[in-house]
C-alpha cells in the first residue's frame, strides 16, 4: 500500500503494501526442505493485515494518519499557488489583515485505516529427488476507509480574510476561500488533477511468483538448499491520480536467490537460518514530479520517469520443534531495502531526487507457527490422506518507513 505527500501544506507518507516494492512482513520461517520426487503439494495460504501504524525514518511509530495532523499557515497557500499573481495577490492579502507567512487558520485532521486480505494458493512439485519447482498467484482483497477534516482555530482571521474579499468587490471568491479552509486537502487535490480521496473496496490480481529449490545437502545432521525465484509483474502498479491507495503489485519484474540451511540437533529440534537477496529491474513508469522538497503533491507527470526500485537483503533464524505431528516454530528476521533511484530529462534532476526520499527500508520482525500434519499418521495407514495445517503470527518489532502492524496468515496443505 502508498500514501503520497499533500497540502494546503499537508504531507502524507508512503504506505507499503503486501506484493508491492516495499518490505512486507514474512508468513514464513527459513526451510531446507524439498519435496521427494513425483509429490506435488497444493496449499492455501490466508494472510490477514491490518494497516494503520508505521515505523517512520527515524524509527518512531505513527499512526499512518499523522501527517494529515498540520497547521493551515499563509506561507503553505503561498506555496502551493501555481500562478505568480495568485501568490501576489495571496502575499497582499496576508499584508493586508496584518499576518505573516507563519500565520495559521487551524489544523488539519484525518484517518487511514487499511484491511487487506491476500489469498495465495500454491502449486509445487517434486521434479526430482532434489529440485522443487513452485508457483504461488495472490489476490488480493482490500478495505481503504480515509477521512479529512479541519480545526478552526482562526476565526476572526478567517472572517477578516472573507471581509477583504468583499471589500475588493470579488464576493465570488468567498465561497471557493470557504471551501478551501472547510476542505484544504481535497481542495488542493483537485487543483493539481488529483482524484478526490475515497474509500476504496477491491479485489486484483497480485505478482505471481515462480520458484525453484535445489537441494544441495541432505542427510541426518543437515540440509541445504539454494533457491531462486521470479516475481512476474502481474500485480495493479500504484495510480498516479491517487494519493491514497493499495497497490496489489509495482509493475516490474524481481529476482531473488536464497540459501537455507536446517542443522538437525534430534527427531524433534532443529535449527534453521537462512540468507537472501532481490534484485528489483530498472524500467520506466509514470511519475509525478515533485515541486518542493517536503511535498510530492504536483501537478508535474513524467510519463516515462526512469526507476530502479531498492533491492532487498533478508537473513532469518529460526528454532522448530515437532513431535507426532505437531510442530511448533519461532524465529527472527531481518530485512533491508535499499532506497529507490528517479530520473528524468522532462524537470530537473534535484526533483527526481525528491522522489527517493524515505524509500530506504528496514524491519527486524518475530514470529510464532503452530500446526499439525497427518504425514506422519498417513505413512503408517492410520490417516488416509496427507494434510498438513498451520497458524502464523508475525509482529514488527522495529524498522523504518515501513507499516508496523502485525500479520496474521493460516497455511493449509495437501499432498498427493
Known amino acids: 500500500i502508498k500514501m503520497k505527500k499533500i497540502l494546503i501544506g499537508v504531507a502524507l507518507l508512503s504506505v507499503c503494501s503486501a506484493y508491492a516494492g516495499d518490505l512486507k512482513a514474512p508468513f514464513s520461517l527459513p526451510s531446507a526442505r524439498v519435496l521427494p520426487k513425483g509429490v506435488r503439494n497444493l496449499s492455501y495460504k490466508g494472510l490477514m493485515v491490518t494497516a494503520e501504524n508505521k515505523?517512520?525514518?527515524?524509527?518512531?511509530?505513527?499512526?499512518?494518519?499523522?501527517?494529515?495532523?498540520?497547521?493551515?499557515?499563509?506561507?503553505?497557500?503561498?506555496?502551493?499557488?501555481?500562478?505568480?499573481?495568485?501568490?501576489?495577490?495571496?502575499?497582499?492579502?496576508?499584508?493586508?489583515?496584518?499576518?505573516?507567512?507563519?500565520?495559521?487558520?487551524?489544523?488539519?485532521?484525518g484517518q487511514v485505516n487499511i484491511k487487506a486480505t491476500a489469498n495465495v494458493p500454491v502449486f509445487a512439485w517434486g521434479i526430482s529427488r532434489k529440485l522443487t519447482l513452485a508457483m504461488a498467484v495472490p489476490v488480493i482483497q482490500s478495505s481503504l476507509n480515509v477521512s479529512t477534516g479541519v480545526i478552526q482555530e482562526n476565526a476572526n482571521l478567517h472572517n477578516e480574510m472573507k471581509a477583504l474579499l468583499a471589500s475588493k468587490g470579488v464576493d465570488s471568491k468567498i465561497a471557493e476561500f470557504d471551501d478551501k479552509m472547510s476542505n484544504p486537502i481535497n481542495s488542493k487535490l483537485s487543483d493539481y488533477g488529483y482524484d478526490p480521496l475515497l474509500n476504496e473496496d477491491k479485489t486484483e490480481l497480485g505478482d505471481i511468483k515462480l520458484v525453484a529449490k535445489y537441494s544441495l545437502t541432505d542427510n541426518k545432521k543437515e540440509r541445504i538448499v539454494i533457491s531462486s525465484d521470479v516475481t512476474l509483474a502481474t500485480g495493479t502498479d500504484q495510480d498516479i491520480n491517487k494519493v491514497v491507495q493499495v497497490t496489489s503489485g509495482d509493475d516490474q519484474y524481481d529476482v531473488g536467490v536464497s540459501l537455507a540451511h536446517d542443522y538437525i540437533l534430534t527427531d524433534t529440534l532443529t535449527l534453521s537460518s537462512s540468507a537472501g537477496y532481490t534484485f528489483q529491474f530498472k524500467d520506466e513508469n509514470p511519475e509525478r514530479?515533485?515541486?518542493?522538497?517536503?511535498?510530492?503533491?504536483?501537478?508535474?507527470?513524467?510519463?516515462?520517469?526512469?526507476?530502479?526500485?531498492?533491492?532487498?537483503?533478508?537473513?532469518?533464524?529460526?528454532?522448530?520443534?515437532?513431535?507426532?505431528?505437531?510442530?511448533?516454530?519461532?524465529?527472527?528476521?531481518?530485512?533491508?531495502?535499499?532506497?529507490?533511484?528517479?530520473?528524468?530529462?522532462?524537470f530537473s534532476s534535484e526533483r527526481y531526487n525528491w522522489l527517493e526520499q524515505n524509500t530506504e527500508q528496514e524491519m527486524h520482525t518475530v514470529q510464532l507457527i503452530a500446526g499439525f500434519d497427518t504425514l506422519s499418521l498417513f505413512k503408517k495407514k492410520k490417516f488416509p490422506v496427507p494434510l498438513s495445517l498451520t497458524v502464523n503470527h508475525t509482529q514488527v518489532v522495529k524498522g523504518k518507513n515501513v507499516v508496523n502492524d502485525p500479520l496474521t496468515s493460516v497455511d493449509f496443505s495437501m499432498f498427493f
Open 55 to 109: 515505523f517512520n525514518a527515524d524509527g518512531t511509530s505513527l499512526v499512518l494518519a499523522d501527517p494529515f495532523f498540520k497547521n493551515i499557515t499563509f506561507g503553505d497557500a503561498i506555496k502551493g499557488k501555481l500562478d505568480p499573481i495568485d501568490q501576489g495577490s495571496l502575499t497582499q492579502a496576508m499584508l493586508s489583515v496584518g499576518a505573516d507567512e507563519d500565520t495559521s487558520f487551524g489544523r488539519t485532521t
Open 289 to 346: 514530479i515533485p515541486m518542493f522538497d517536503d511535498s510530492k503533491v504536483t501537478p508535474d507527470v513524467d510519463l516515462n520517469t526512469s526507476r530502479d526500485l531498492g533491492d532487498v537483503v533478508i537473513g532469518a533464524v529460526a528454532g522448530k520443534f515437532r513431535h507426532e505431528g505437531w510442530k511448533v516454530e519461532t524465529g527472527y528476521t531481518y530485512q533491508y531495502k535499499q532506497s529507490d533511484k528517479y530520473s528524468g530529462e522532462v
